[in-house]
């Protein structure tokens, strides 16, 4: 599976952006998707995840209330809105695929059987 993700930017504090991830290689209806980050000097956390069929989501309490993520099968692509961006939302946030077991289980890193190569989000005070 290859995942790519785009739309990061820059945007001020309480801006939007939207994420896209598009994935190919293998029956993009599998697998869990979900959506990672990591800030300069601080360890890969759970921003966001979803089931095959869209049905379940889970979020970091975080990003609770701001963030929405959905999934398009027809595109084989995986979106994550982002809403009231904050300064402590900057980081590269990694789109990320797990095919066995549940989204909520993508938790940690150690969960995750493919990444996209990150795409960076700055937000400015």
């Known amino acids: 599976v290859q995942l790519q993700a785009s739309g990061g930017g820059l945007v001020q504090a309480g801006g939007s952006l939207r994420l896209s991830c598009a994935a190919s290689?293998?029956?993009?209806?599998?697998?869990?998707m979900g959506w990672f980050r990591q800030a300069p000097g601080k360890e890969r956390e759970f921003v966001v995840s979803?089931?095959?069929?869209?049905?379940?989501?889970y979020y970091a309490d975080s990003v609770k209330g701001r963030f929405t993520i959905s999934r398009d099968n027809a595109k084989n692509t995986v979106y994550l809105q982002m809403n009231s961006l904050k300064p402590e939302d900057t980081a590269v946030y990694y789109c990320?695929?797990?095919?066995?077991?549940?989204?909520?289980?993508?938790?940690?890193?150690?969960?995750?059987?493919?990444w996209g190569q990150g795409t960076q989000v700055t937000v400015s005070s």
């Open positions: 990320a695929a797990r095919f066995l077991g549940t989204a909520q289980a993508m938790s940690t890193p150690l969960s995750i059987d493919y």
């Open positions: 290689g293998r029956t993009f209806s599998n697998p869990n």
């Open positions: 979803i089931s095959p069929n869209g049905g379940s989501t």
